[in-house]
């Protein structure tokens, strides 16, 4: 059979034009391979790109092909002015004009590669993101005037590889390449938990190698310059993951599960007697006072922060947890006021007596009575409730007032001065040896709103009694040098009580030999360096 | 619990309060470290910037050059329960007896314990003028506001060939913007790698058409109309629409100027990082200045590197927990710096009287630091310092040695009298 002209021209032309969207489906494909970071762990990053590069432009060659081959049929249809302005076409103007555009935003779209630099990766990815669209109109340029794509076969086919490329562009976004993971951590059964996943970023590791530093036994820098990595450690090896993977350089290392200790509260701590951390937490119900005479500048970022930060019982911040504003003149004690004048500002240290640097704080063991830490714990639980407001007043202008509890009374004993308490005894003066009335207290205390727990009201010996003003009453000597560690049981008990872990688990000189190469049983490997 | 204490417990117990002063590298690290150690009681970390805790160094590398938006800079906070952050908040002053600081929101914030880890602040050379167009580099804001100006800008000049000096210049031009560079010296980040080193790193950069005015400084600079024109000392001018200063940076510590503590540059500490002359303060981060024993001297110096900060609040957290019985911290200073193609890995101390072996990876190329180029810092037989380019592997094996290596014999290190009381001499008297 004799093929007219025409024919040929259409045969040709179709072919090129099939030829083109093979490539193109190769080339933007593999677009996607480059931008998950999937074959850098095979192949080097150079290598992927070029691929990507030149199979577009054959694409992208043949494409213009067959929009010119189309105007040497005789008798034709296509004027030259329909294969570069769209949708004008008097035959097909949908079908051929979204060819037209198809081809000629995506000409664009690789064009910007030039311009890369200088608007910057973010804006140029967004950029060449059109090329999913543009390989779009492609497909639909196919289905719709294609002359040979009337089997059903063939248009499952054409759409099947439209759909594998969007799939893939789809999942290249980061919360999406994330979900398969998240989504099988949710369903993996519980003893997973106590191990850590490990994921490098393929298209972050610079491959600097400061995570092999860290932990060599997870982290392998390899002679080829890419990182092998276990993606799953075993709990003992979290903390060299951790350090790892703060010390990386490019951030690449994400950690899965990080095994953080969460101390909420006191372990068989009377809650009633002892608020827990957690209590302080949880979202204020019903109606507040508005005591909280600080407004806080930053209620609105801290609460999202708290927010973000929260893992625990409730996303409402703690309100500003500091006390008030200016020193309260506490003394009403025989010592002398500290000026009304002078709220706001500290007095000048230097213009103070003091005794030598540990005279003000008594360590643990100098004195007896000295220490409020010491007191029998039989004061925890006399003083629940609202606050009994057995102020320090008098023993130390700088200890704090007790907390006027912002909240009314819901929050069971929140900073209730369990263990803290001035030792009864050695209040000097003011009478206020006796369970107080609860509110308000003797001084001028300003409702501060503090809900943390208080610290211990610590200096009741030796302190200047006065706000610093006065003249020091406790010349006490102090015994030994101020550094010297504290001999005898003590030192023993803390050191075994407190002592933090061992410096840095530095890892043997076995692990240094052994790099793991050829023993990680679960080895990833990626490729160093970015585009 | 007060009971256990005072048998040996734990330094701080629930009921007591650490304060983290900054929110940086070492602040983030320390605040982690005393709620990873079983720190029960309340824990506040305060911020001068207003934002959540992110990553400097991103500052000038990913954050100029648009790799990364400022939510890729913050800092994982799962490891930190129930910390109070109070960002935009700055300390003013320090009442050391009372254990209460001042902030500048006009209240007052006891502690039981405090981490110094303020950072520093950048600053311009004295008798700079100031003016639009004029950028430091050290904090978010600042790399935000570069980053806008440079959307305008065609030509930047960068006055300071240093570490960040160098970097900005190299993310200057990677998003096609010509850069100058004007440094004092005759070859670049002289303080952070070397001589060496330093002088095959600016041959790369001369060779990769970067702008360098070497052995320069700036007489004048002068606002015009559209950026500004600097006077150099050798007479010839530069002509840019922005100037970024990188010249120097101050520790910020003037919230303790009221106390005992020794400001004089940064914070003095001992060798486990408590501040000298204050009770239950540690410092941490580029704020301290604290004698370590992997660096051979007694002499306490200051290191301004983002691994040293975080490993710094991690040793400072647990000699606050430990109280007085806190090992020293013996840290390896440790940075890197990615600079147009060149990976630079320095660790340990690169001192002046070592030798330098200088090992080239492949001895063929011309271009010696893009090829491949180690230094090796020996001092008495030993490797102190290791600077490489491009050369990952073979810093990783030096790197990992000088780890392993133990620790030096433990310096003993005198701390000087916290306060000089003169009137108050009778007191010794009595001791």
Known sequence: MLRTAQDSV??????????????????????????????????????????????????LTLGIVHGIVQMAAPYGKVRAIDVVVPFIDRADPIGVGLGVAALELMIATALSVLVQRRIGYARWRALHSLGYLSFTMVAAHLLISGSELYPAPVRTAIAASWAVVILAGISTVTHIARLPRAIFDRLSPRHRAEEVTVAVDPGKCGSFGFCEQEAPAIFTLRSDQRLAYRSVVPSDQAEAAMRAAVVCPARAIKLGRLPATVVVSQPGADTTTVAPLATTLTPHTGTQPAVDTHADPHAGSLARMAAAVDQGTGSHPRPAMTDSGSFAPVGTGPQPRVPASDTGSFPRVGAQPRVTDSGSFPRVGTGPAADPRSYPPAAVGQHTGPQPGLRPVGVNGHARPPAVNGHGSPLPAVGAHTGSLPPVGSVPTNGHTGPQ????????????????????????????ANGHTGPQPALRPVAGPARAPQPGLRSVGRRAAADPPPEDALPAPDQLQDTGRHHLPRLRGIAGGRS | MSFLRSVGGPAFGPHDRIVVVGTGAAGWSAAGELRRLGFAGELVAIGAEPVRPYDRTACSKGLLNGHQKPKDTVLDLRGHPQVSWRTGTRVVDTDPYGRRLLLDTGETLAYDGLVVASGTKATLPRGWPTGPGLHMLHDLADAKALRSALGGAARVAIVGGGLTGCEVACAVTAMARSAVLVNSQSFLMPRSVGEPIGALITAAHLASGLDLRLGRKVADAEPRRTGWRLLLDSGETVSAELVVVTAGERPDVDWLANTPADISDGVLCDASLRVAGLDGVVAAGSVARWPDRRHGT????????????????????????????????????????????????VCGRLSDQADVHVTELRPRRRDTARAGVVADYVEDGRLVGVVAVNAPRAFTVACRALLNEPVPAPVRVTIPEPAQFEEYQPLRLVR
Do not use: C, K
């Open chain 1, 437 to 464: 009335p609860a509110l308000p207290p003797v001084g001028p205390v300003p409702a501060n709103g503090h809900t943390g727990p208080q610290p211990a009201l610590r200096p009741v010996g030796p302190v200047p």
């Open chain 2, 298 to 345: 007694d002499a306490p110096r200051r290191v301004g590197q983002w691994i040293m900060a975080v490993e710094q609040g991690r040793a400072a957290a647990r000699t606050l927990l430990a109280g007085d019985y806190a090992p020293p911290a013996s840290l390896l200073p440790r940075f890197w710096s990615d600079q147009n193609g060149l990976r630079i890995e």
């Open chain 1, 10 to 59: 259409h045969l040709i032309a179709a072919t090129i034009g099939f030829v083109s969207y093979a490539a193109l489906w190769a080339g933007t494909l593999w677009g996607t391979v480059l931008r998950s970071g999937w074959a850098t762990s095979r192949l080097r990053h150079q290598t992927v790109h070029s691929v990507h590069m030149h199979v577009i432009l054959l694409g």
